[in-house]
């Protein structure tokens, strides 16, 4: 879809608010709606709108594999993470009052949250690169004997 | 220190496994994520010792995570049904940890074992947290964790074939799970709480509702789904045939036995005896559908030619011998249903283990491709004889502990009927069993295969594989202290909940 002017200009435009869109709702989670898990999907779309207009290879070079993999993991470990740094504390799991003498389940929530807008947004993304890159990355080598094909295939998923 | 380790051992139990899954996936590297693996495994059976032990003494363990009071926040709550179940778990993880590495290495790419280690990781905790939660929507979410896992590792099948059974396995799991879910939320309509002490309390005042009535079908159809009992089973046989060797082992030995834990942990500890079994017609409507999965499950697996889908077959009539133990709902009963239920996971488990031993050999798993195969692999043949003679239920072994106790507690009952078919049961899996034995034994080596070069399995797989019919022999022999833990666990649940 490179070539359609219009929808260029305009996704242009758009992701960079997108992006600021998913960390208002990020980190505004705890006292208004939204919260980890929306924001990682906003941010998500961010990147999926991007991969559509130009290209999944040009998304994968903009935020590559290895990086949502380490993503969706450090996610999980920055939430069950902060479980562990309160019982080193000398509190249960997730008893964030032990993080802060006051307002310590407010510094809870962020973090966790900032866990889980990670791996949802890494997942997300993971999950849209499995499926746009869906008969390439299986059979490399076919990929090389037939470059014709190649391009079929590009031309089916933009 | 020590004191606050053994405070915070309920939660760590499930945390270990949990936070060592996403620290695989970082690693990135097979042998890392084995060795992660191992660790979290073996800790997490210790930790798993160490609570039975507290749960003996004490009665019950509880837990309040985040330190938010029991019937507002999450509790979690060790008895000794619970502790039991999460012994069978968490031992059978870590002896699939040792069995893994070879096993592994042979079905799956090199640039994937570390997923593989990472899920089964994620299944653990799963399958922990079904059993160590007191919340029944914590229950569910558990649930969905090991289920989700289990999809994914099934797919990860040498043959094409496991991404099908996947996806089917994903379809009937979905149901069962969704169905789960509505259950708990009818109840918690009428209840307003999602703690399962505080469900047991309220639940009697209204008792006499259509939603509460509902609620109960929907749980009860949700988790016979997971457990894989007689008319919801057809996801199983596909699911453990094609999933990995040491997926099969470790699945069949701890996921459909974690569902009939959970199933009877609603029935029993929050809906109670007297509701589910005197007001609703619960106990002769699972008995007949055990007595139907008993026979259907054994001559199914008679006619299999797949030694992997044998067993599996078999695992749908063993399901049924669990669940008539536990559906008589008395203390003998329900006692008899519990010692079936480990004891047949460590049969099933050991029996995996060594047709997965068999097959890293052969590379096929079809009946006809174990021939002679008793003296190629002299131990691993052996393990398998052992195993299968529990399963049909030879004294000195744990599946003939588990048969008396089931056959004493429906003759106490008057259930003659549910007798007659336990013992034609058995005889049918004489059979099964036999076939593959005749296999082992009776046929001549083929000559023309290369790769039959004698040469047992790797150690790994040799020292898991034995220490599970260790065990089982070990129970057959004196099983006094297992009766005695699940008898108390059975007094608890029955006596409990009315």
């Known amino acids: 879809m490179r070539e359609h002017t219009v929808l ?32 990682g ?51 249960n799991f997730l008893d964030y009052d032990r993080l802060a003498a006051h307002g310590g389940q407010y510094y809870g929530l962020i973090v966790i949250e900032l866990g889980v807008g990670i791996t949802v947004a890494s997942v997300m993304i993971a999950i849209f690169y499995v499926f746009a890159g869906r008969g390439r990355q299986n059979n490399p080598d076919e990929d090389e004997d037939h470059g014709q094909a190649d391009d079929y295939d590009a031309d089916d998923i933009t | ?33 084995w060795l992660l693996y191992v660790l979290a495994s073996w800790s997490a059976f210790g930790m798993a010792f160490l609570l039975f032990v507290q749960a003996k003494i004490a009665g019950q363990v509880s837990y309040a995570v985040g330190d938010w009071a029991p019937p507002f926040g999450i509790e979690l709550v060790i008895d000794t049904y619970s502790a039991l179940v999460l012994l069978l778990v968490t031992g059978v993880a870590a002896l699939t940890g040792i069995y893994a590495r070879k096993s592994i290495a042979s079905e799956i790419t090199i640039e994937r074992e570390y997923l593989v280690f990472a899920l089964m990781l994620l299944c653990l905790a799963g399958l922990i947290g079904i059993t160590v939660t007191g919340d029944a929507f914590n229950l569910f979410v558990f649930l969905e964790i090991s289920s989700l896992s289990s999809y994914a590792l099934i797919a990860m099948g ?90 099969s082992a470790f699945i069949a030995a701890t996921a459909t036995k974690v569902a009939v834990y959970a199933l009877f942990r609603f029935v029993f500890t929050i809906f109670g005896v007297g509701y589910a079994f005197g007001s609703l017609p619960l106990g002769t409507l699972l008995l007949t559908l055990a007595a139907i999965s008993m026979i259907a499950g054994s001559l199914a697996s008679i006619f299999q030619t797949d030694v992997k889908r044998l067993l599996a077959w078999s695992s749908v009539a063993q399901m049924g011998y669990i669940v008539a133990g536990f559906a008589l709902a008395s203390t003998a009963g329900v006692s008899a249903g519990l010692v079936h239920l480990l004891n047949h996971g460590i049969i099933k488990g050991a029996l995996f283990m060594a047709v997965g031993a ?34 049909i239920g030879v004294p000195a072994t744990a599946g003939f502990i588990s048969k008396w106790a089931l056959l004493s507690a429906l003759f106490e009952a008057g259930r003659y009927g549910v007798m007659a078919v336990l013992l034609v049961a058995s005889l049918l899996s004489i059979i099964y069993v036999g076939r593959v034995i005749e296999a082992l034994y009776f046929r001549p080596l083929p000559d023309d295969v290369s790769h039959h070069q004698h040469g047992e399995a790797p150690l790994g797989m040799q020292v898991a594989t034995w220490a599970l019919i260790a065990i089982n022999i070990a129970i057959g022999v004196h099983a006094t202290p297992e009766l005695e833990a699940t008898g108390r666990a059975a007094a608890l649940l029955v006596g409990g909940g009315t």
């Open chain 2, 158 to 247: 040498p043959k094409r074939r496991a991404l099908l059974s996947s996806f089917q396995y994903l379809i009937m799991g979905t149901v069962g799970g969704t169905f789960l879910l509505i259950g708990i939320g009818l109840i918690f309509m009428m209840t307003g709480t999602l703690n399962m002490a505080d469900l047991a309390e309220r639940l009697p005042g209204v008792y006499d509702t259509r939603t509460v009535q509902a609620g109960l079908a929907f749980v009860v159809v949700g988790l016979s789904l997971k457990a894989a009992l007689m008319p919801a089973h057809i996801w199983l046989p596909n699911a453990y045939t094609y999933a990995p060797s040491t997926v």
């Open chain 2, 1 to 33: 220190m020590i004191t606050a380790f053994f405070n915070q051992m309920p939660v760590l139990v499930v945390v270990v496994p949990l936070l060592a899954a996403p620290l695989c996936v970082l690693a990135h590297r097979a042998f890392a994520a």
């Open chain 2, 358 to 391: 068999m097959i890293w050999r052969v590379r096929a798993s079809s009946i006809n491709d174990l021939a002679g195969l008793g003296r190629a692999m002299p131990l691993t043949s052996a393990a398998f004889v052992v195993g299968g003679l529990s399963l």
């Open chain 1, 41 to 91: 999907v906003i941010l998500a779309t961010a990147i999926i709108l991007y991969g559509l207009i130009f290209g999944v290879e040009a998304a994968r070079v903009a935020v590559p594999p290895t990086l949502l993999r380490i993503g969706a993991s450090l996610g999980l470990l920055i939430y069950g993470g902060t479980g562990v740094a309160t019982i080193l504390l000398g509190g």
């Open chain 1, 8 to 39: 260029r200009i305009v996704s242009q435009f758009v992701i960079a608010p997108i992006l600021l869109y998913a960390f208002y709702v990020q980190f505004h989670g705890e006292y208004s709606p939204g919260g980890g898990f929306q924001a």
